[in-house]
């Protein structure tokens, strides 16, 4: 579990992150941090829940979402997010909290999301 939330880290998140093989938790909600979610950002399959809102995070979020089979919790709302909203979110069967809201999605909202 990595709780860094409410403080005013302000950089990217390190390309290190496949490193955190056993990290099932990660908080860095209301920072400072931006940039693009690293790929290796895709590859921490033992993740389960993700708090990155409000921050200012920016760009797609890719596809290789669909590589965190173990996430239960994604909230991305409240950054800069934007492009339309990747397919790759129908892979995660054990996602029961997803929040995308005050960013720049654009598109159609899938029909995926109906059964969350």
């Known amino acids: 579990?990595?709780?860094?939330?409410?403080?005013?880290?302000?950089?990217?998140?390190?390309?290190?992150?496949?490193?955190?093989?056993?990290?099932?938790?990660?908080?860095?909600?209301?920072?400072q941090l931006s940039g693009n979610?690293?790929?290796?950002?895709?590859?921490?399959?033992?993740?389960?829940?993700?708090?990155?809102?409000?921050?200012w995070f920016w760009g797609n979020v890719r596809p290789r979402i669909k590589n965190l089979?173990?996430?239960?919790?994604l909230w991305l709302d409240n950054n800069y997010f934007s492009g339309e909203i990747t397919s790759g979110y129908r892979f995660l069967e054990e996602l029961t909290s997803l929040q995308l809201?005050?960013?720049?999605?654009?598109g159609e909202v899938p029909e995926l999301f109906c059964g969350l």
């Open 69 to 73: 089979v173990n996430l239960k919790e």
């Open 1 to 31: 579990m990595l709780l860094l939330y409410g403080n005013e880290l302000s950089s990217v998140l390190p390309s290190t992150m496949d490193m955190l093989t056993s990290l099932t938790w990660l908080d860095l909600a209301s920072n």
């Open 37 to 55: 979610l690293p790929d290796e950002f895709y590859s921490s399959t033992s993740l389960e829940n993700v708090y990155l809102n409000y921050n």
């Open 101 to 106: 809201h005050n960013n720049s999605f654009t």
